[in-house]
T-cell receptor, first 112, second 112 residues
């Protein structure tokens, strides 16, 4: 258990509404990541953070924004959700100097 | 897009059988990681490999870092029903900082 909590675990929302997913960690890791997992595409990086207020884009960042105002929390926001953003979202953490990623349990998001 | 080819995409196992899967790429990797994902959960790290030729075991699981640094292999000996799930390889490219590239996964299922 890497001390990662994702919330909510499940969410159903409508197209055009804003959605925020939360990732909370208890072990003070510097690096945090947001991935989405879709059939046929595997895990794809959305955004990541390398410190408080330090974030950068990943492979599939369009339509998503992130914020990290505290070490322990990394928020993923869909400003105006679309059906193509229906997916399972995973948060991950990494310790500086180590390549190993540890994942949370995921958030299943359905955009209708 | 994905730079890791993972095979097979799916396979059926019978209890007691040995299982093999692999990841290949045209690119050189510095690190290989193997994960297992159960339904409704996030990927869990099984084995990490850091040097070409390295062979590492975790119980009945054995993984190898290919000599060419372009591939990795995972073997499961004497499979049991709880081995079912999706296995992912992930690699850190030689020139990608600490970013990981994920394979598409191998789905292990039980023979009816």
């Amino acid at each position: 258990d890497a001390g990662i909590t994702q919330s909510p675990r499940h969410k159903v929302t409508e197209t055009g509404t804003p959605v925020t997913l939360r990732c909370h960690q208890t072990e003070n890791h510097r690096y945090m990541y947001w991935y989405r997992q879709d059939p046929g595409h595997g895990l794809r990086l959305i955004h990541y953070s390398y410190g408080v207020k330090d974030t950068d884009k990943g492979e599939v960042s369009d339509g998503y924004s992130v914020s990290r105002s505290k070490t322990e929390d990394f928020l993923l926001t869909l400003e105006s959700a679309t059906s193509s953003q229906t997916s399972v979202y995973f948060c991950a953490i990494r310790t500086a100097g180590d390549e190993k990623l540890f994942f949370g349990s995921g958030t299943q998001l359905s955009v209708l | 897009g994905q730079q890791l080819n993972q095979s097979p995409q799916s396979m059926f196992i019978q209890e007691g059988e040995d299982v093999s899967m692999n990841c290949t790429s045209s690119s050189i990797f510095n690190t290989w990681l193997w994960y297992k994902q159960d339904p409704g959960e996030g990927p869990v790290l099984l084995i990490a490999l850091y040097k070409a030729g390295e062979l590492t075991s975790n119980g009945r699981l054995t993984a190898q870092f290919g000599i060419t640094r372009k591939d990795s292999f995972l073997n499961i000996s004497a499979s049991i029903p709880s081995d079912v799930g999706i296995y992912f390889c992930a690699g850190q490219l030689n020139n990608a900082g600490n970013m990981l590239t994920f394979g598409g996964g191998t789905r292990l299922m039980v023979k009816p």
